[in-house]
């Protein structure tokens, strides 16, 4: 069925007349990276001076997860990766990616890491979690990166025995970040 259509219709002088949307002049990405971190930082309702919850080495971070995920313990899952308030206050400023001529945004940064990471873990938790799975080997193959005061554990690759089959070498979670001798996970993505 065709439909008729009139003539376009022309703007009424009053339509010229109407203010730009708000966002029109101003770009976020032009802004300083040190206001994207300032509103960054005033969205939280903390501000941790410490990895909390935090390991005394890789091997120690990586057997609670392994008793976690044995377990199905969401809450420690939890608490063994970097929350966005010691993103914001710990972490993103020291990392590469914050500096020229990278210079990403902290919201832009903390997204992809959260939204890998969920994804990661949901996989790690359908194929791993409740099920007896004990640790054969872990292996950092690639070299720590400094990034200021923070050491960065990249590339780690587990060997794990579940329900009694041993499975290939991978990655079971994203990067391991060291500060003040203190570990956490960044994320949870992962080669699942």
């Known amino acids: ?10 703007p009424s002088p009053s339509d010229s007349a109407l203010p730009a949307p708000p966002s029109a002049g101003v770009i976020d990405s032009a802004l300083p990276i040190a206001e994207h971190l ?10 941790p001076d410490t990895l909390r919850h935090a390991a005394a080495s890789v091997d120690q971070l990586v ?12 809450t420690t899952l939890r608490a063994l990766v970097i929350d966005r308030a010691e993103f914001a206050q710990l972490i993103y400023e020291q990392m590469r990616i914050a500096q020229p001529p990278y210079e990403m945004a902290p919201a832009l940064l903390w997204f992809q890491i959260s939204e890998r990471s969920e994804l990661g873990i949901r996989k790690s938790l359908e ?12 292996r950092c193959p690639t070299p720590v990166d400094t990034q200021g005061m923070l050491r960065m554990h990249d ?11 041993t499975l290939p070498e991978m990655r079971y979670f994203g990067s ?6 203190r570990h956490k996970f960044v994320g949870y993505s992962n080669d699942l």
């Open 1 to 10: 069925m065709l439909v008729a259509c009139g003539p376009a219709e022309t």
């Open 38 to 47: 300032r509103r960054f930082r005033a969205t939280l309702s903390e501000r």
């Open 63 to 74: 057997r609670r997860w392994i008793a976690a995920m044995a377990a199905r313990d969401t």
């Open 155 to 165: 590339g780690c690759l587990l060997r794990l025995r579940v329900a009694g089959d």
């Open 127 to 138: 194929q791993l979690g409740g099920r007896p799975v004990t640790l054969r080997s872990l």
């Open 176 to 181: 391991i970040v060291e500060r003040y001798g």
